[in-house]
């Protein structure tokens, strides 16, 4: 039964049953507690807590899954990382009874499996399911196995839904170990699990305790899918099936390694075929490689795939061909992969570009170090194990993933001091972040926190208004609280409301000035110092500020305004990145600030100066086509269902703030904005540049900053125009003829000087005098010591047998460089030794080797001098 028909067939079977089918949700979780989609339920989780209700009761989907725990198994008969994971699921509708019925009726009636062949294990506190399969079901009782939390009761492995579960199993038969009386239990490899039937009824803490009821009882089930092929297509293991079996075969084609040579080169390919799938999913669902959460992921199997196939004797590409291969195998039923190919080959190609040309120095360094250490072993007779420093050089310089690194020493039997590693990682991550702001410290923030219990949340009336007045409820000076503030001090004050907008959504905090009964203070800055509690930083100006005054805020209306318009621009350009790059370059970090904005995001390459200049003159198309921005509150999910862009990462409430820029952009967005994109004026993209890995950061200036920006170029160009005596237009091709004419005289000059250094040697040359054979050169020559090294080389090389000294005297010193041919090295003639005769009269020493040596001293006075000794030195030397 090929992949396709038991897909099929089980989508029939739950729509007969009036199942709605649900699509795969991304491999991207909408979930922060989440790295990657790892359950068909993940997508469900608001169902389940209750949070949102479905428009159905029962659902059906064939789900993309990503587990990494698994990964150091991928190679045997049956794991893998990316696998399709069906699911029928039920919201507070059918039950146990039903779910295991369904469950058993499928799998031997329209899959037709043996019942002889499975097992089923409940979780030993569930009285109920284990009477439903006996007594409802009819599964012989031998063969209902009873175990503990750890196998049957189910999690996501984050707080949220969970329940008590039941598996079924498959028997394998003779050929994959003995038969078990515990059935699973006892032999994992000759029983494998084909579905998880989860009854939802939990909510669990961090820790997985159950600490509530779920609002209503559900059923969340999932069957591998290559399970269920690797099962029903009678296949030696998952990788001899009709899916990944064509990738084994790509991989195996690519490295020119027949599957079955042995038993560690079939692990390889089997890694390939899983690696080379899981990449392609991940990258067309957004992910680009990193070194953090999903990115990592990422990068992991990508690096991992790659040496293996260098294990396997492939040192060209191998990713590409990999991708190519999943996308033509699975692209029929995931047309995301159609959709996404260019992108994905060109992440791929990448990646192993890049980690090619440092792999085999990193493994290298590694090898050795695991040398040594099996070495340091034998003597010690102890765990032989690398040093963290090693592990964090490799990654560090030669991007091994830390996992990679672990996995290679492993192999040799030797440890990796994970602990040394992940200090120097934090010391790194602490480096950075010294290197940013730091945050008020914790008792200041522990004050404000009482201050926050104290009064509630700020109300904030900024978008709105620009003045207002708000009552001073607290008072900080470092980590104390305070009454009063006289003129001079700077502390942190809380309003029960206020007009200033504090940093938060990559928007600056606002400036301005408060004034009380009995003084005035500037305000510096703003932050959020909890949730819904706004610290403002006062410098007190005159007079005194205390708790309990009434003030007037005012903001500075400049630099607000300046801040509305950088913001407005930011999510415009957000908007046509993703529209011109694609759905990957979202947002990875923005900082708005009065008059320019920094707006980081995911890409792979550099965007060039002709996309940029198309995407800065879109901006500045959007901001005149003054287009009208809205702001609205609304339910979380209602703004999601629009298609609001949310930030990865960012926390949002229940109720959240849309922004909406024309009809095209919509943000969920807490930052204030100009009502027309008109007034923010100018716009226009200043820089482009890379900042980690596919990580890229466009600059932008806006409003007065632009205009000034540019009329600083234009400035520019006047000057340059004037110091050519062009037109400005002509002022670029100008230069360029400059630069051309400059190269050329460059050219003519070196040949001159080579001509003349020749002329120099040739001269030199002949009036070298002839002692006992041997010709002796020893004169002055005023050139740098370099010059006169090359020039003494140049003459050995002319004269055959001889030597050569040549001296030279700058400001305040002299120096010597003596040669000697290698005939007469042999005869025990030494350059430096001959130099030594004269290193006293010049005040220095000599350094060197017999056959070119330089000494050089303070005395340039004493050149001729000491060229003198050099010279009778010299003649002693040859003396017969
Ligand atoms: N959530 C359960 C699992 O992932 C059943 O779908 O195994």
């Given amino acids: 039964m090929e992949t396709r028909a038991i897909r099929e067939q089980f989508l029939a079977f739950f729509e007969e049953r ?23 339920m993940n ?3 608001p169902y389940f807590l209750g949070e949102q209700t479905p428009s159905f009761a029962r659902a059906m989907t064939v789900q993309k899954c990503f587990r990494t725990v698994d990964i150091d198994e991928v190679g045997d008969s049956s794991h893998l990382t990316f696998f399709e994971m069906l699911g029928n699921f039920s919201f507070g509708d059918y039950y146990k009874e039903q779910a295991c019925l369904w469950a058993w009726e499928l799998l031997t009636e329209t899959f037709g499996m043996d019942a002889q062949q499975l097992w089923v294990t409940v979780y030993e506190g569930d009285d109920e399911a284990a009477e439903i399969w006996a007594d409802v079901v009819g599964v012989q009782s031998e063969r209902i196995v009873r175990l503990g939390k750890d196998d049957n009761f189910w999690s996501m492995d984050v707080a949220g839904p969970c329940g008590p579960d039941s598996e079924i199993f498959f028997d394998l038969g003779k050929d994959y170990g003995d038969p078990s009386p515990l059935g699973p239990a006892g032999n994992e490899e000759r029983y494998v699990e084909i579905w998880n039937l989860v009854f939802m009824e939990n909510d669990c803490d961090s820790a997985i305790e159950p600490v509530a009821d779920l609002p209503k009882k559900n059923i969340d089930t999932g069957s591998g899918l290559e399970r269920l092929a690797f099962v029903l297509q009678g296949a030696k293991t998952i990788f001899d099936t009709d899916t990944l079996g064509v990738l ?4 195996a084609s690519l490295t020119g390694v027949a599957p079955g040579r042995d038993e560690r080169s079939d692990i390889g390919l089997r890694i390939l075929a899983d690696h080379g799938r899981g990449l392609t999913f991940l990258a067309a669902d957004g992910v680009l490689p990193s070194n953090e959460g999903r990115g990592y992921v990422l990068r992991r199997i990508m690096r991992r795939a790659i040496r293996q196939a260098r294990l396997l004797g492939r040192d060209r590409l191998v990713l590409p061909r990999l991708v190519e291969a999943t996308v033509r195998l699975m692209g029929g039923f995931y047309p995301e992969l159609v959709a996404n190919k260019d992108l994905v080959l060109e992440v791929a190609e990448r990646e192993e570009a890049r980690f090619s040309e440092t792999l085999s120095q990193g493994l290298a360094q590694l090898e050795s170090e695991i040398g040594r250490a099996s070495g340091t072993r034998r003597e010690a007779k102890a765990g032989a194990r690398v040093g963290g420093d090693v592990a964090f050089k490799l990654h560090d310089t030669y991007g091994f993933p830390i996992d990679l690194t672990v996995e290679i020493a492993s192999e040799h039997g030797v440890d990796i001091d994970r602990a040394g590693f992940e200090s120097l990682m934090e010391a790194q991550r602490e480096r950075a972040r010294r290197a940013r702001r730091t945050a008020s410290d914790a008792g200041e923030r522990s004050v404000l926190a009482a201050m926050l219990d104290a009064s509630g949340p700020t109300e904030f009336l900024g978008y709105e208004h620009l003045e207002g007045e708000g009552e001073l409820i607290g008072l900080a000076d470092g980590a104390k609280s305070v009454a009063l503030a006289a003129e001079g001090q700077e502390v942190d004050a809380v309003f029960d409301s206020t007009v200033f907008y504090a940093e938060g959504g990559g928007q600056v905090g606002d400036m301005g000035t408060v004034k009380t009964p009995s003084g005035e203070a500037k305000v510096l800055d703003v932050r959020r110092l909890a949730p819904g509690l706004t610290g403002h930083r006062l410098r007190v100006l005159r007079g005194e500020v205390r708790v309990g005054d009434v003030v007037a805020q005012g903001v500075d209306p400049v630099y607000r305004s300046g801040c509305q318009r950088a913001h407005t621009a930011t999510h415009i350009l957000h908007w046509i990145l993703r529209d ?9 970090g923005s900082l708005v600030e009065p008059g320019r904005l920094r707006f980081d995001f995911n890409h792979f390459d550099s965007l060039g100066d002709g996309l940029i200049a198309d995407i800065s003159s879109e ?11 809205r702001a609205y509150e609304t339910s979380y999910d209602f703004a999601r269902s629009l298609g609001a ?7 949002y409430g229940d109720f959240v703030r849309v922004v909406e820029v024309g009809d095209y952009s919509k943000e969920l967005c807490g930052g204030t904005h100009v009502p027309h994109t008109s007034q923010i004026a100018v716009a226009l993209v200043t820089s482009e540049s890379s900042i980690g890995a596919n990580l890229r950061r466009v600059e932008a200036l806006v409003g007065r900053d632009g205009l000034r920006f540019l009329a600083g170029r234009a400035a520019v160009l006047a000057r340059s125009a004037e110091l050519l005596k062009a037109n400005p237009e002509d002022v670029a091709e100008r230069v360029e003829r400059l630069l ?5 005289m460059e050219r003519r000059l070196a040949a001159q000087d080579r001509d003349a250094a020749e002329f120099d040697a040739q001269a030199l040359a002949r ?13 002055r020559r005023d050139a740098p010591v370099d010059a006169l090294r090359s020039l003494v080389q140049t003459l050995k090389s002319r004269l055959g047998s001889g030597v050569v000294v040549l001296g030279a005297a700058g400001e305040g010193h002299a120096n010597l460089v003596g040669g000697v041919t290698k005939d007469l090295v042999e005869r025990g003639v030494s350059a430096r030794e001959l130099l030594a005769a004269g290193s006293e009269t010049l005040g220095g020493g000599e350094g060197g080797k017999p056959e070119l040596a330089i000494s050089g001293g303070p005395r340039q006075e004493g050149l001729d001098a000491a060229l003198e000794q050099v010279r009778e030195a010299v003649l002693r030397a040859l003396e017969p």
Wanted: no cysteine.
């Fill in 580 to 588: 011109r790059l694609g759905e990957h370059a979202t947002q990875a």
């Fill in 645 to 651: 862009m949310a930030i990865f990462g960012e926390k």
């Fill in 767 to 779: 009036a070298a005098a002839d002692v006992n054979g041997v010709r002796v050169l020893v004169a």
């Fill in 248 to 251: 084994v075969a790509e991989a």
């Fill in 619 to 629: 901006l500045q198309d959007r901001v005149l086509s003054d287009d009208t921005v």
């Fill in 740 to 744: 051309a004419t400059g190269k050329d």
């Fill in 18 to 40: 009036d199942h709605v089918r649900v699509p795969s949700s991304s491999l991207i979780p909408n979930d922060p507690a989440l790295l990657l989609t790892n359950a068909g």
């Fill in 43 to 45: 997508q469900f989780k």
